[in-house]
T-cell receptor, first 113, second 115 residues
């Protein structure tokens, strides 16, 4: 069963506009949610996280929103830049499960210049 | 400081063979986790090692195994390879402190192709 889902396999956005990537989860025991970015031939790199006790976390152009009642989180990138083109993975972590990250299938973001 | 290194970067094997992949974590990190990435499946957790002991395990068959050495370097082994084992295998290292979130740093992965 997929506990973390990213229902959009790809997203195309114009440079300078907002990119919104979505993620849904089913397990209410998750304590942290994270976004990773992955370029081809490289490993994923950590982008931003949010604790389950918060509803928003911001870091520069990146903001993550968490809606616990809907079991939904989203990553907003404003403004989008061509260098943001990559695969974005949503991941969840539960203290009960140790250091194990549960990942979504990823969303390919293409930012057009 | 140096990042996570994985060797080899690419590997081609045939069905029925076995393979060993290696991961060297960031200096000072004691936890190494392994993930399998296949198209459309995201990253699937294989196992985590901490201080030479397997601390957590995912839902993979017993053909997938691993170990960790005293210097925190880790290896994973896949025996009796199947076509479906073709994937990118990623390792991630972290401090591994229990009770909180530890940022995991990923290596570039080993691309395994099974023919």
């Amino acid at each position: 069963d997929q506990q973390v889902k990213q229902n959009s396999p790809s997203l195309s956005v114009q440079e300078g506009r907002i990119s919104i990537l979505n993620c849904d989860y089913t397990n209410s025991m998750f304590d942290y949610f994270l976004w990773y970015k992955k370029y081809p031939a490289e490993g994923p790199t950590f982008l931003i996280s949010i604790s389950s006790i918060k509803d928003k976390n911001e870091d520069g152009r990146f903001t993550v929103f968490l809606n616990k009642s809907a079991k939904h989180l989203s990553l907003h990138i404003v403004p989008s830049q061509p260098g943001d083109s990559a695969v974005y993975f949503c991941a969840a972590l539960g203290m009960e499960y140790g250091n194990k990250l549960v990942f979504g299938a990823g969303t390919i973001l293409r930012v057009k210049s | 400081k140096a990042g996570v290194t994985q060797t080899p970067r690419y590997l081609i094997k045939t069905r029925g063979q076995q393979v060993t992949l290696s991961c060297s974590p960031i200096s000072g990190h004691r936890s190494v986790s392994w993930y399998q990435q296949t198209p459309g499946q995201g990253l699937q957790f294989l196992f985590e090692y901490f201080s030479e002991t397997q601390r957590n395990k995912g839902n993979f068959p017993g053909r997938f195994s691993g170990r960790q050495f005293s210097n925190s370097r880790s290896e994973m082994n896949v025996s009796t390879l199947e076509l479906g084992d073709s994937a990118l295998y990623l390792c991630a290292s972290s401090l591994g402190v229990a009770g909180g979130w530890n940022e995991q740093f990923f290596g570039p992965g080993t691309r395994l192709t099974v023919l």
